[in-house]
């Protein structure tokens, strides 16, 4: 390893172990079979609570990821596990041999656990690990109606969001993601970057809540790009708290669904790319074709 790529792992440890000390937790690899068992029923009761719904992933497979050298790991608080990170890698760079990216497959957190900085500290040591054997890209999918976790992919780690994965994983049967459609936004996270910070900047306002919740637009698939083309930022606000509508009103979150898929789709797809998400959950993009 060079020395700058020395420096880089150190620095990346010492932010991971900072990121622990100020969550209170301690985050470690996991290896044996019981402790596999005891992960596979953390992400159990985050994504089927009360035996609602499949589990996201079973025991045996744990094991069988981390014996072939993938990233398993756990946050603990005390001497209970709490949250799981999972992650494999992606096929070997073709003239290396070696893997240049890790996939980010799943992560969570105890809902009774949930505070200040579980997730980021989980995910600097996901950094930390990956930094130490090589691997400078991690990728990973999330819901992008999910403001809050927007706002941590793209301002509190500086990852990119790159792409919109219309229905990515099909009909999700776990009780958190049952009947609400699984488009996804992929994150790709330079881990060798530093966060920029982002400023807001005049918009014009393509999508937005209307009075009464429901998502506001005039324009959809194509319809959008031509919008666009008129303005060097375009701005799709989405609501704070999509879980909160689901409970309440999943018929206003399906359309949601629909009306995100139908303005931010078209938009990357037509070469424009994503700066930022704004604290009140307006998504901004800029066209960089």
Not at 25 to 53: C, F, K, N, Y
Not at 99 to 126: C, Y
Request: proline share 5%; net charge negative; hydrophobic share 40%.
């Amino acid at each position: 390893m060079s020395p700058e790529g020395t420096v880089t792992v150190r620095w990346a440890q010492h932010a991971a172990g900072q990121a622990q000390e100020s969550a209170g937790v301690v985050v470690r690899d996991l290896h044996s079979a019981e402790q596999m068992q005891t992960a596979a029923q953390v992400l159990g009761e985050i994504w089927a609570p009360g035996g609602r719904g499949e589990t996201p992933l079973e025991a045996g497979l744990l094991v069988a990821l981390e014996h072939a050298g993938n990233y398993v790991a756990g946050a603990y608080s005390a001497d209970r596990l709490i949250g799981v990170t999972v992650g494999f890698f992606g096929a070997p760079d073709p003239v290396s041999g070696r893997s240049q990216m890790m996939h980010s497959h799943i992560a969570g957190v105890l809902p009774t656990q949930v505070r200040g900085g579980v997730g980021a500290a989980m995910k600097l040591h996901q950094r930390a690990w990956c930094l130490e054997r090589g691997i400078t890209t991690m990728e990973w999918t999330f819901d992008p109606l999910i403001a809050r976790n927007a706002r941590f992919n793209l301002h509190k780690l500086g990852a990119r969001l790159t792409a919109y994965l219309p229905n990515f994983y099909g009909e999700m049967r776990d009780a958190v993601n049952a009947g609400q459609g699984s488009d996804r936004a992929l994150i790709c996270w330079d881990l060798e970057a530093e966060v920029q910070a982002s400023e807001p900047v005049p918009h014009l306002t393509l999508l937005e809540p209307d009075d009464d919740g429901t998502p506001r637009t005039s324009v959809h698939g194509e319809e959008t790009v031509v919008a666009a083309a008129g303005t060097e930022v375009a701005g799709l606000r989405i609501p704070v708290d999509i879980n909160q509508m689901r409970t309440q009103r999943p018929e206003v979150s399906a359309q949601w669904r629909v009306a995100l898929r139908q303005t931010m789709h078209p938009l990357l797809t037509a070469g424009w790319s994503v700066r930022g998400i704004g604290s009140e959950g307006t998504y901004l993009l800029t066209n960089s074709a």
